[in-house]
């Protein structure tokens, strides 16, 4: 049985003359997911049409759920382009949501087919006339408890109620950043944020072994796999930071430990956006969240970063940022009890508003830029692709494993 999913598109309609390119990746994006199992995508009219077999259907469904770009999914019926056909297929639709207990339905329709005999007001009434003969459902055009949808296209489509989609533009379009990922709720949520700005992103991950555990590096790892699945593919850059954590603690006043640290992985990032490419610098700082995230301590911060420092969370509360999490799946890793080095070497009182020039006084006294370098140079780098993801939870293998070099000497491993 062959299967029809229509995605549609929201904001890419309001792009200009470059939407065809908009479009194309969003096609591309799609098909690299799919490409483990049998599935067809087409875009054609502000819809992206996926057709696949019975043993496909679980794929297609992850992938609609990830992709960003669409504002809605739904599996769709077709039936012949006529207005029979609609009413016999609207019937089985009022049926089948009676028995989920729905009391209530009505009717929307769009025609792109101008040659179809009915209007989309015409296609309503008529398309409606059976099911409401018969009695399944009532009519309620203000509050119903299911809306059946009909487009006359290049074929009919029959559906109801879609699923909402994760919107924004297509990954990929809007250039690379570089994300500062802990293993807190905050950093997987922004890098999100921007994957749904069409970023691709890769992760910066500050590991400081044995103050920090195994647990705490494979938690964040697990959160760099989560939030590739809606990004396509990332890289997690881990690297080894106890010896400048250790120099912070040995040489920095105590209330600047915290603001010192995170001026470090900000010199650290600098070499790592460069290495990689990355357009810009990517945070999950919220203003007045935390000590280091003062007004003035985030210029501190600023005043390190070499490229634009982004920080897409900067006005979200915390139970905000919670919501999101839980709707991406990161929330139950993110509290996982396993701290990362910034918690664990936290002062009791930090300084709250910090000068730009007496941080950097305090920095250039710590004497840590060769312990810096050292650590960018040691770095672990893993690579996740969510086409790896489709292919491990649906019971299929990736087209290929994927283990390169990359800068000629360092290992990288595909999930």
């Known amino acids: 049985m062959t299967h029809t999913f229509l995605g549609k598109i929201g904001e890419l309609m309001l792009k200009g003359s470059n939407i065809k390119t908009f479009e194309r990746v969003l096609a591309q994006n799609a098909r690299a997911n799919l490409q483990s199992v049998q599935a067809e995508v087409k875009l054609r009219a502000g819809r992206m049409y996926i057709e696949c077999p019975d043993e496909s259907v679980e794929a297609v469904k992850w992938t609609l759920n990830h992709l960003l770009g669409i504002t809605g999914w739904a599996e769709a019926i077709v039936v012949e382009k006529n207005i029979e056909a609609i009413q016999k297929e609207v019937v089985n639709q009022c049926l089948a949501a009676k028995k989920l207990g729905c009391k209530t339905f009505k009717l929307e329709a769009r025609r792109s087919d101008k040659s179809f005999p009915y209007d989309h007001y015409g296609i309503m009434r008529e398309g409606a006339t059976l099911a409401y003969q018969q009695k399944i459902l009532d009519v309620d055009v203000h509050n119903p408890d299911v809306t059946i949808n009909i487009e006359v296209r290049e074929k009919c489509f029959v559906y109801s109620d879609s699923i909402k989609g994760r919107r924004g533009l297509p990954v990929g379009v809007s250039g690379k950043g570089l994300l500062l990922l802990s293993g807190g709720l905050d950093s997987p949520v922004a890098g999100y944020r921007m994957m749904r700005r069409g970023m691709s992103v890769d992760c910066c991950y500050f590991h400081a072994y044995p103050y920090t555990s195994d647990q705490a590096r494979e938690k964040v790892e697990h959160l760099a796999e989560i939030i590739a699945g809606y990004g396509m593919r990332s890289h997690i850059n881990i690297i080894p930071f106890t010896d400048v954590q250790m120099q912070i603690k040995k040489k920095s006043p105590e209330e600047y430990t915290t603001l010192m640290l995170r001026l470090c992985m900000m010199k650290c990032a600098n070499m790592l956006a460069e290495r990689t490419r990355a357009g810009c610098i990517i945070t999950g700082e919220s203003l007045g969240q935390v000590a280091s995230q003062t007004l003035q301590n985030m210029e501190c911060t600023e005043s390190f970063a070499e490229y634009p420092l982004l920080r897409p969370l900067v006005g979200m509360d915390k139970e905000e940022i919670i919501a999101t999490a839980l709707e991406i799946g ?49 770095r672990v780098i893993k690579r996740y692709e969510s086409r790896s993801i489709v292919a491990k939870e649906f019971g299929t293998k990736p087209n290929k494993d994927e283990l390169t070099a990359i800068n000629g000497s360092e290992p990288t491993e595909t999930r």
């Open 330 to 378: 990161t929330y139950e890793t993110s509290i996982l009890p396993y701290e990362d080095c910034c918690v664990l070497f936290s002062p009791r009182h930090p300084v709250l508003h910090a000068s730009v020039e007496e941080a950097k006084r305090i920095y250039e006294s710590l004497e840590v830029d060769d312990l810096i370098k050292e650590a960018f140079e040691k």
